[in-house]
Structure formats: structure tokens, C-alpha cells
């Protein structure tokens, strides 16, 4: 005859319990083909019991898994909402710099614009100068070759 274990349902391990269940069922089934009278409603509270503990057991199991996984949601949530700041302080970065970049490409942009038309300017002044000095030079040599060239006597070039 099959001898429940002490502490049936409650003291024993899950696989345990499984164990007894599946022995019940055995002996159950062999009594019911060797008799085919037994008493069922004995068989069938121990059966229960040990379904029911395993399905109390089972539904604690999955309440502590709940819980575990809110308090692992909520914590998801307060990384992401710091996260989510900083991403918002970079972007508003980003667009910091990016704004001043521009800015200050603006403005080199038009200083070295200003650099170019006085450098034009200048080179200009300086062609006119030249051109002047040049049409200068042109008329001075038309007067140096109106004057009359004298040749000196040979007495008067040497030197004493």
C-alpha cells in the first residue's frame, strides 16, 4: 500500500508533489482494475490537494513575477524620462551650435568679402597709378627728344 508523505501538500517541493500525484493516480488506477470498488472520494481530496497546491504555488510564482517585472517597468520609465531630458539638451545643443556656427560663417563670409573688394579697389588704384606714371615717362621722353643733342668737343670730356 502507497504511504502518503508527512507533510503532504504543503511541506513538500513541487516536483514532490508532482511525484504523488502521479503516484496516486497509479495506485488509484490499480485498485479501480483489482477491485472495481474503491473508495473515490479519499483518492480524489488527496488529488486535489496536491492540485491545488501546485496551482496556489503556481499563482504566487506568477505574482512575484508581476511584480518583479512593474518594478522593472517603472524603472524603465525613469531611465527613459532622464534620458529623454538629455536628449533634449542635445538637440537644444545642437541647435545652439549649429545656429552660432552659422552666424559666425555669416559673418567671416562678409569680412573676407569686404577683403576682397578693397583688395580689388586697391589693385585697381595701383594699375591707374602706373598707367599714370607710364603715360608720365611717355611724355617726358617726347620732351627729352625735342631737345637738341650736342655732341661736346673731345678737349671738354676728358677728364684732367
Known sequence: M???P?????DLTNQEIIEVI???QSVQANRFNKQKTFNQSAWDNLLRLGFDELSVRLQSDLVTE???LR???EELKINNKKASKWSTGLAFGTIFLAISTAIIGY???SYSEVDQI???EWKNEQLNALIENNIQLKEMNKKLDEIPFFVLPDSLNKNP
Request: no cysteine; hydrophobic share 30%.
Open 71 to 73: 518594478l522593472q517597468i
Open 6 to 10: 508527512e507533510g503532504y501538500p504543503n
Open 66 to 68: 508581476i511584480t518583479d
Open 22 to 24: 502521479i503516484e496516486l
Open 107 to 109: 559673418k567671416t563670409l
Open 2 to 4: 502507497y504511504q502518503i
Open 118 to 120: 578693397s583688395d580689388e
